[in-house]
């Protein structure tokens, strides 16, 4: 098995909203949380910290504790606090991140699965875009 921890800088219950928050201490680009699928989450700059946006919301659905709650989660940048809370959204349910946490995790499986077989090789990326915003692009010589 897998076991998967993470620290999360805060949550905020609002009502019936969870609220899972992240400081930064760098800039960030709100466009980054704006997201379409799961796929963003390979080409997208800043995808990394939607990622982790989404990992936190996924350990938090696995506690339990919030059946019946809707999930948003967000990033409060300490460089730039006047805009406040920077929300990860969908374009057709801004409000609710809960729907796609599903979705996540057998994302989140097959990324498990493929790092756990040994009968894949460890290789780079065949699409290059994918290495714009990659933080390792400096390791694989890309």
């Known amino acids: 098995g897998v076991i998967f921890t993470g620290i999360i800088d805060r949550i905020d219950q609002r009502g019936?909203?969870?609220?899972?928050?992240?400081?930064?201490?760098?800039?960030?680009?709100?466009?980054?949380?704006?997201?379409?699928?799961?796929?963003?989450f390979t080409v997208k700059k800043g995808a990394d910290k939607l990622f982790q946006l989404f990992f936190y919301l996924f350990l938090l659905e696995k506690t339990g504790h919030f059946k019946g709650f809707h999930m948003k989660a967000g990033i409060i940048p300490l460089k730039k606090l006047k805009p406040g809370i920077l929300f990860?959204?969908?374009?057709?349910?801004?409000?609710?991140?809960?729907?796609?946490?599903?979705?996540?995790?057998?994302?989140l499986e097959t990324?498990?699965?493929?790092?756990?077989?040994?009968?894949?090789?460890?290789?780079?990326?065949?699409?290059?875009?994918?290495?714009?915003?990659?933080?390792?692009?400096?390791?694989?010589n890309r």
Do not use: H, W
């Open 16 to 40: 019936n909203i969870t609220e899972v928050l992240d400081y930064k201490t760098g800039n960030v680009d709100v466009s980054a949380l704006n997201f379409k699928s799961l796929e963003d």
């Open 111 to 140: 990324i498990i699965r493929e790092m756990r077989d040994n009968t894949v090789p460890f290789s780079q990326t065949e699409n290059p875009d994918n290495c714009t915003y990659c933080p390792f692009v400096t390791i694989c």
């Open 88 to 107: 990860a959204a969908l374009p057709e349910n801004p409000s609710d991140l809960f729907p796609i946490l599903e979705e996540f995790e057998q994302y």
